[in-house]
């Protein structure tokens, strides 16, 4: 598993103390898909805090390939660019286990998601991002062509204008 420090992946060797990579308790949690006017930006490209980070999914592809309890514990860490970033937020590292197109998706989340994935070694760097699927399907889907063997990718999860639910889904399938 990759830890974190202060700016990014730790060094190796480096110990981190005090970091606990699950979602930090909001103060006055709303219920399921109420918009949440404390959240705020915190977070400058480049950097990944233990508050959103929920760990490194190593190259695995499944359906799905992780599964949150509750958005409504995170904090708003990063401000996605088909979003506005006015929404609580989580975050995984996944690595690419062998080079070819990926699709990831939020489907089986049950509250309107966004997503969005960013070079996980140059956090500034979008390779995409992604409101709603279809005009029917309020989770969010990205394809990414061409992605090489062991890669690392952050994949952003946050509610549509400032909502949350109490499930994040993410599946991750390789195209043929």
Known sequence: MSLLGACGPALEGEELEGTDPTAVPAEKPKGAGAPDPTAFEFADPGMVHAQTFLGDLGKVVASPAATYASISTASNQWSVSC??????????????????????????????????????????????????????????????????????????????????????????????
């Open 83 to 176: 979003n506005g970033g006015s929404s609580r937020d989580i975050a995984y590292v996944w690595t690419v286990p062998a080079t070819g197109s990926y699709t990831f998706n939020t489907y089986g989340s049950n509250f309107d998601t966004v997503m969005q994935i960013r070079n996980y070694k140059s956090t500034s760097e979008v390779m995409g991002c992604n409101d709603d699927a279809s005009s029917s399907n309020y989770q969010s889907r990205i394809t990414l062509s061409g992605l090489v063997k062991g890669v690392s990718l952050l994949i952003i999860i946050e509610g549509y204008s400032g909502e949350y639910g109490n499930l994040a889904r993410l599946n991750i399938v390789k195209n043929n």
